[in-house]
């Protein structure tokens, strides 16, 4: 298991998201860009990491997921007030949530094919 999750700056007050690489090293922030907090929630053995940002352009929180050689790939319901993907497996299955605009939540199972 790869450590990662999220981390408060004593000094901005600004969350922001962290990993540790297989040597023990520390990388952080490890925040999507154009994001103003994120979360890391799941890193799979190949290297993929999943989570949620929240976007600085217009404050909705999407979900993420981040390639072994650091592409960044949004998932978002175009009318959810929130997108997250919160968990992901050895087989690249991704699962976690989005929420409607009456505050219903509703679950996500996604694939990495590629």
């Excluded at 949004?74 to 929130?82: P, R």
Aim: aromatic share 6%; hydrophobic share 40%.
């Amino acid at each position: 298991m790869i450590p990662a999750g999220q981390y408060t700056d004593v000094n901005t007050g600004a969350t922001h998201a962290f990993s540790r690489a297989a040597d023990g090293t520390i990388i952080a922030p490890d925040d999507p860009p154009n994001s103003t907090s994120a979360i890391i929630f799941g890193i799979n053995n190949a290297g993929f990491q999943v989570g949620r940002y929240t976007s600085a352009t217009d404050g909705i929180e999407r979900g993420f997921v981040r390639s072994p050689s650091g592409a960044v790939l949004t998932l978002d319901k175009t009318d959810a007030t929130l997108t997250s993907l919160n968990g992901i497996n050895s087989t690249n299955l991704m699962c976690g949530r989005w929420v409607d605009v009456n505050g219903v939540a509703h679950g996500i199972v996604a694939k990495i094919t590629r």
